[in-house]
């Protein structure tokens, strides 16, 4: 085989270092030069993804983040950067401890479930993680515990009392007054605490935290976070209690087991724990950290551009060089998410389409920043639109004619004297493709990156349409037989520079592709040395199929078929609990003795909201409790006394059976009943939800 010399060879600029402005725009990121970013500049790469909650199993909002940095990671290793990617599960603290109430399981049971299942997720996606960190295991706790010593032992925690409101969902201590008053990030109901507790000296951190923001101003991404956290942190720091003592699920603080380290401390540690940092083997620590990129949701920016390197500042560790932070994935107008319960599986859209379809168009379709909508028809009219009728299509098309009129080899194109303008452009197209994919990719600008792509498919696509190959085809002369040679050297070079570019988005299309082209594994290509013109003469084809068949109407039906079964099973599991009521013993029914769906809707069941909680006294198993059923709130006694504090059941949600006959019990007038598990010689469980519910809401 012989290299192509019949195009001029342009040294292409390299895919880094290109100046490059943006549009500013709400939300995208932008910088004045890539070359100026240190995020990429170094010799290896380490980048993360939060480490989920959980209490609640994945979806395409956990997809998107962990899509976006495999994409990256992988891109680096094709640019032969040394790099380690880092995901894992997020599994102590109390919405934790409180989710494995509900569902009836220890935490651990819960946190083994639910973390095998985002792992299992990941590996069916071919996500290219490097270690899976978990919280439980005890290389983390060991980290955690090292570096609560090394912030003590640095004079920056102190014992305190704390008073005041936490947001159990948030896991955060807010600003707000009064029990049950709304938690100012999520609006759900705050709890109150009181406890004794660790404090770190947040406070002394704020002007070495704005002298950071203002000094990198890439250690934030986009700007509008930046803003968002610089004016928060000007607006005055205060100490940040870090450890809870009223309940156990957590790691316990050193030399004091009786508290818990608070979970963002040891969620946010991860980072290093993963990387061995504190134990015999320091190896990855001293070869990766800092980190080049955080990934977040932008609902996380004040944990980690706020308190981690806050932390880290105190322990004397360097700093992660970028937090990016991307926006929210949208359903049905909201947020996607658990509590919504409006989410969407990442395993409904492969088993239909696959995974570089969702890859491709999660990265595509939202501008990498902002909020953007998901729905199933736009993911299916993206599919069809630029991977069957647009890649798809030009492979098939390209690589079929070359097994047609070639016999599957790749033809010599004319000599560089006879290109014409039309070839000359698709060459050019080519090399500006290279070029801007590279920058905005840079710049986290996938959506832009990959627009760049497609926009040299539709060069070419054009190009054939123009220079009909087909008909030159049919002719035998010389000139047409060179003139087809050219055109279809053109158009399978310029195919092959696409498919190396998006390689890392859509792996395993492109893998598959690169094969057609007789190129062998794409795995093996080194990115940084894309050229236009490398694709060697006489290389053989291998076999050519379809990569992206069409998708027709009936695809969107299946898909939200798929979903409303699954949200019916799971609606069903929390509706159906068969949970009898304390207290209240529920009459045996004959095993033949079913009951008929009318007669399960006589039983009013909805979600009320606890107000007020206290004990009454002289009864030991009793309960008074003051219940917001959003019309109204009732008086229900309830015999859990042995099983709950009063302070711990305000501000939660339960179950009531809202249409139950008045009673009197020690005087005082019962209406309603709340809705528990009482397991066999064990404490009564309240019946609860995974999800956020609106309070009223009818269960059925
Ligand atoms: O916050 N759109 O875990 P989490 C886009 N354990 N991204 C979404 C999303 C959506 N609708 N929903 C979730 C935690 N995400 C902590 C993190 S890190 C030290 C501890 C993604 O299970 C996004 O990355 O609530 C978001 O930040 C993350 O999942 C939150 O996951």
Redesign the pocket.
């Known amino acids: 085989m012989t290299s192509v010399e019949a195009f001029p060879m342009i040294v292409i600029p390299s895919e880094r270092g290109i100046l490059f402005a943006s549009a500013a725009a709400c939300g995208v990121f932008q910088l004045a030069s890539a070359a100026a970013d240190a995020t990429f500049m170094s010799k290896t790469f380490y980048i993360t ?5 959980v209490n609640a199993r994945p ?1 395409i ?2 997809a ?2 962990t899509i976006a940095c495999d994409v990256i990671a992988r891109r680096q290793r094709m640019l032969g950067v040394d790099t380690y990617f880092l995901t894992g599960t ?1 599994e102590h603290g109390q919405k934790i401890e409180r989710a494995a109430q509900a569902a009836g399981k220890t935490p651990q049971q819960l946190t083994d479930e639910v973390s095998a299942e985002f792992r299992a997720l990941w590996d069916r996606m071919g996500i290219t993680y490097d270690d899976y960190i978990r919280t439980t295991s005890e290389r983390h706790k060991r980290g955690v515990q090292a570096l609560f010593r090394k912030l003590r032992d640095s004079g920056y925690i102190y014992k305190g009392t704390y008073t005041g409101q936490y947001c159990v969902f948030d896991e955060l201590y807010v600003d707000a007054i009064g029990a049950g008053a709304p938690c100012p990030e999520c609006g759900r109901p705050t709890e109150t605490v009181h406890e004794e507790n660790y404090f770190f000296k947040l406070s002394e951190f704020q002007d070495k935290l704005i002298h950071l923001y203002t000094t990198q101003p890439g250690f934030i991404r986009p700007e509008t976070r930046r803003n968002e956290v610089l004016s928060f942190v000007k607006s005055g720091l205060r100490d940040l209690s870090i450890s809870r003592s009223t309940f156990s699920w957590g790691i316990p603080v050193p030399d004091d087991p009786k508290h818990v380290i608070y979970v ?1 401390l040891d ?2 540690a ?2 290093i724990t993963a990387l061995g940092w504190s134990s015999n083997d320091t190896t990855l620590y001293d070869k990766f950290w800092p980190a080049n990129v955080h ?6 920016v004040r ?2 551009c706020v308190y981690w390197p806050a932390f880290l500042m105190a322990a004397g560790l360097p700093l992660p060089k970028s937090i990016v932070a ?5 359903f049905e107008e909201s ?3 658990k509590s919504r319960g409006n989410i969407v599986r990442a395993e409904t859209i492969l088993d239909v389409l696959g995974a570089d379809a969702l890859r491709y168009f999660l990265l595509r379709e939202v501008v990498f920043g902002q909020d953007g909508s998901f729905s199933f028809d736009a993911l299916v009219q993206r599919y069809n639109a630029d991977l069957a009728n647009g890649l798809g299509n030009l492979a098939s098309r390209t690589l079929t004619m070359i097994t047609r009129y070639f016999k599957g080899e790749v033809p010599y194109p004319s000599a560089s004297s006879s290109l014409t303008a039309d070839d000359l452009a698709v060459a050019d197209a080519a090399r500006k493709a290279v070029a801007d994919y590279g920058a905005y990719f840079d710049q986290f600008q996938f959506s832009r990156a990959l627009e760049s792509a497609w926009t040299l498919v539709a060069t070419v696509d054009k190009y054939i349409v123009e220079n009909e190959p087909w008909t030159l085809g049919e002719k035998q002369d010389e000139e047409s037989r060179s003139r087809l040679a050219t055109v279809l050297y053109t158009s399978a070079e310029a195919l092959r520079i696409v498919v190396a570019l998006v390689h890392s988005v859509i792996p395993d299309s492109t893998a598959r592709i690169w094969a057609q082209l007789g190129l062998g594994d794409v795995k093996t290509f080194s990115l940084s040395e894309l050229q236009w013109g490398q694709l060697q003469l006489g290389t053989r084809l291998g076999n050519v199929e379809a990569v992206f068949p069409r998708a027709d109407k009936s695809t969107i039906e299946r898909m939200q078929k798929m979903e409303e079964v699954d949200r019916g099973a799971a609606a069903v599991s929390v509706a159906a609990p068969a949970t009898p009521a304390v207290g209240e013993p529920v009459k045996p029914v004959a095993s033949d003795g079913k009951i008929t769906i009318d007669d399960f809707a006589k039983v009013e069941l909805r979600v009320g909201l606890v107000k007020v909680a206290e004990r009454v006294p002289k009864a030991d198993k009793l309960l008074r409790l003051e219940v917001d059923l959003g019309t109204e709130v009732c008086q229900i006694l309830a015999g859990i006394a042995e099983s709950y504090e009063p302070e711990a059941l305000v501000g939660r949600k339960v179950v009531i059976v809202a249409n139950l006959a008045p009673r009197k019990l020690r005087g005082l007038e019962s209406n309603g009943m709340i809705v528990a598990a009482s397991p066999e010689g064990g404490k009564a469980i309240l019946a609860g939800f995974l999800e956020d519910v609106p309070v009223g809401t009818r269960l059925k």
């Open positions: 993804t939060p480490i989920y909650y979806h909002g956990h998107y983040t997020d963002w969620a946010l991860n980072y990934m977040i949701g932008k609902e996380i944990f980690h991307h926006g929210w994935l949208l947020k996607m998410s």
